[in-house]
């Protein structure tokens, strides 16, 4: 599978933005699908992940906040971010896999490339 991220942009602080991943592959609806983020100097890490039953995980830090979805019929996967911070400030990356559970980076064998986050304060 192929993935393609798009929806990045500059954002003040308490607004809203959606990511947009859109993939290829004829085997779309089995895979996990995750968003992750890398931050300056800091490492990659998993946002939200979402699996082909539609179970949901996201990180402590953006809960009640950013929801994952997908449609299968499309190939897409999506990001809803609200409230952003400024530490939500970071490249996005939109990954599949079927390798293993949703919360491990291992399980994602397959990575778009990013689209930049700015939420300015």
């Known amino acids: 599978v192929q993935l393609q991220a798009s929806g990045g942009g500059l954002v003040q602080a308490e607004g809203s933005l959606r990511l947009s991943c859109a993939a290829s592959?004829?085997?779309?609806?089995?895979?996990?699908l995750g968003w992750f983020r890398q931050a300056p100097g800091k490492e990659r890490e998993l946002v939200a992940a979402?699996?082909?039953?539609?179970?949901?995980h996201y990180a402590d830090s953006v809960k009640d906040r950013f929801t994952i979805s997908r449609d299968n019929a499309k190939n897409m996967v999506y990001l809803q971010m609200n409230s952003l911070k400024s530490e939500d400030t970071a490249v996005y990356y939109c990954?599949?896999?079927?390798?293993?559970?949703?919360?491990?980076?291992?399980?994602?064998?397959?990575w778009g490339r990013g689209t930049l986050v700015t939420v300015s304060s």
């Open positions: 592959g004829r085997t779309f609806a089995v895979y996990t």
């Open positions: 979402i699996a082909w039953s539609a179970t949901t």
């Open positions: 990954a599949a896999g079927t390798r293993g559970p949703m919360s491990l980076t291992g399980t994602y064998d397959a």
